[in-house]
Each structure stands twice: as structure tokens, then as C-alpha cells.
């Protein structure tokens, strides 16, 4: 399926949002569909051009996978509700931390993730509310990663030749699938998004999974989702793309209190960029990594050792999965 770019210059936001609502209010006629509302910008918008289009026959969910920022399904839900968008809290941790019992590959991770959100989570609730449609927030860039082999994005389908229809029966549209990041902004913007939503940092479709190096157990994402949100307190002034911590799957040698300490390592990652197809690490002063080294292996249990990512991309990836 051929996908033509919306470059940024050429977009024009309010004419974009105009044919958005129009085609998905087009698409899914007198029926109802479904959404996925995980905070980011992109679900954002589209959970927004979905409520515009449909209001009430769209029914908005925040998957609970286990995998998201501390407190992030609560904080959201309660954001949209105040702007008249009911959203309904699904409890799906327990399906995903077994489809992914026992797994390390990277891209078998991602699989595990696609078929546990497209087939277990979303097949359930398209059947029981009887919607023929879903509607997901699909980048430009996402797909581009994808067909160009660099990672599979959980998100991309159709793209590889994935009838949805007879795999998941339900139909998927994605409105933000001619956009990357920049322009998704500012579409979020003239939706009337507030601010935290539309300039927050991207957070990846498999969540905290992109960032736990080795098998992903309650245990470890709680370690990773904590040195997370120490990163984000202490870099969300330094205007950067993103910034992240990653869990590194060895354990290693640091000391407490005189005596060995066997812990773990958290790898943090700050970067420039406009697009996410390139990327250098920001050059974040020493009394900041210093601070971030000190929160982290005092306040996030088990940890010994942070380092920190100077590496551009490419060769490296913004994510580490």
C-alpha cells in the first residue's frame, strides 16, 4: 500500500483535522468503533478526531498492560474525561506479562505484543461491543521503520500484508498515517489537546517493553518504570526529543556499604531531534548526569550503575528494542 508523505510545510492543520473527522465518520457510517488511548500524542489525536467524528459511538479504551508510566492510566483518563471523552480502564496486564513469559528477542517481544493487543485484548472488545472498526494512530515514521526492516512497530498491519479483517475481524483506520511527530503535534494542537499532551516526549507503542533489554517480569519493568520516572523529572527542562532509561539485562559488580553489591544497570538516553529519523545525543551537562546517576542508584532498588548513551542515530535507535 503506497502511503504519500504530508510533509510539515504543507500541512495545514484545521483543513487536515476537517477531513480526518470526514473520512472516519465516512468509514465507520451508523456503526461504532473502538480506540486505544495510551497518552501519547499520537492516540491522543486520534482519540480526538475519533470523538469528533463519532462522539458517543466511540468507545475509547486505556489498555492496562502492565507497561506504562507510574500512575499513567488513572492520570489519563481523568485528562480526557474533563474534556468530555469518556475513557474505560481495560486490566490487561496478566494477558501481556504471559504472552511474554520466557521471551528475549527483541522481535519476537514485539509479536508477542501485537498479538496479545490486536487478537486477545482488541478481538474480545470489538466483539463484544460490536464495533467493525479501529481506529489507531499509526505514524509515517512507524511504518517506514518497518518496511524498511530496521524494528517492527506493533503497530504496522496492513503494511505488511496483514488482512485485518480475516485475522482480528474488525477493519483498522489510521488518520496519522501520512504524518510523523512534528506535524502529529501540531494537529494534537489544533484539536485543542492541551499543551502536556502535545509537546510530551514520544513514548513507544510496546511501552516500557521497548526498554527492558532481556525477558520483561513485573519485577523488571517496575525497575525500569521507576528509574523512568526519575529521568523524566530531572530532563523534561532540557527541551529535548526524548529521554529515556533502559534496563540492561546482566547484572553487575558495585559496592554498598563496603561489601559487593551484584545489581543492575540503567542506561539513560537524551536526544535531539526534529523527526526521530535521525537523532545525536543531547549533551546534557555533568552535574545533571550526576544528579541522574545519584537519584536513580539511591531511589530505584537494585540498581549500581548508570551510564549514558553517546552514540547517534543512526547506527544507534532512539529505543533500545
Not at 473502538?34 to 479504551?61: E, Q
Not at 480526557?80 to 481495560?90: R, S
Not at 530532563?235 to 546482566?250: G, K, P, R, T, V
Not at 561489601?259 to 529519523?277: F, H, M, P, T
Request: hydrophobic letters at 35%; a neutral charge.
Amino acid at each position: 500500500m503506497k502511503i504519500t508523505e504530508i510533509e510539515i510545510a504543507d500541512l495545514r492543520p484545521g483543513k487536515f483535522v476537517s477531513q480526518k473527522v470526514a473520512e472516519i465518520s465516512a468509514a465507520v457510517g451508523t456503526g461504532l468503533a473502538v480506540n486505544a488511548l495510551s497518552g501519547g500524542v499520537d492516540s491522543s489525536a486520534v482519540t480526538m478526531l475519533g470523538h469528533k467524528a463519532l462522539g458517543d459511538r466511540l468507545k475509547s479504551y486505556f489498555i492496562d498492560n502492565g507497561l506504562m508510566r507510574e500512575g499513567e492510566p488513572q492520570r489519563i483518563r481523568t485528562l480526557f474525561e474533563q474534556m468530555g471523552v469518556p475513557i474505560e480502564i481495560i486490566d490487561a496486564k496478566q494477558k501481556f506479562f504471559t504472552a511474554l513469559k520466557g521471551i528475549t528477542d527483541p522481535e519476537a517481544k514485539r509479536e508477542a505484543i501485537t498479538q496479545a493487543f490486536y487478537q486477545d485484548v482488541f478481538g474480545s472488545l470489538v466483539k463484544e461491543s460490536g464495533a467493525r472498526h479501529l481506529l489507531q494512530g499509526t505514524n509515517y515514521t512507524d511504518v517506514e521503520e518497518t518496511v524498511a526492516g530496521i524494528k517492527r512497530q506493533h503497530n504496522i498491519l496492513e503494511q505488511l500484508g496483514i488482512n485485518t479483517e480475516e485475522t482480528y475481524g474488525y477493519k483498522v483506520i489510521e488518520p496519522l498515517i501520512q504524518l510523523r511527530k512534528s506535524g502529529i503535534r501540531k494537529v494534537a494542537k489544533a484539536l485543542g489537546l492541551p499543551e502536556e499532551i502535545y509537546t510530551r516526549p514520544p513514548f513507544p507503542g510496546p511501552a516500557l517493553a521497548a526498554r527492558v533489554i532481556g525477558e520483561l517480569t513485573p519485577e523488571r519493568v517496575e525497575t525500569v518504570r521507576e528509574a523512568t520516572t526519575v529521568v523524566e523529572e530531572e530532563l523534561c527542562s532540557m527541551s529535548a526529543f526524548q529521554y529515556l532509561a533502559i534496563l540492561h539485562e546482566d547484572r553487575v559488580t558495585g559496592i554498598r556499604n563496603g561489601k559487593r553489591d551484584y545489581g543492575l544497570q540503567i542506561e539513560v538516553r537524551c536526544w535531539n531531534s526534529k523527526d526521530a529519523i535521525t537523532g545525536s545525543p543531547t549533551r546534557l551537562p555533568y552535574e545533571t548526569l550526576d544528579k541522574l546517576a545519584q537519584r536513580i542508584t539511591t531511589e530505584v532498588p537494585g540498581v549500581v550503575s548508570v551510564t549514558y548513551n553517546i552514540t547517534k542515530k543512526p547506527p544507534s535507535t532512539i529505543e533500545a528494542i
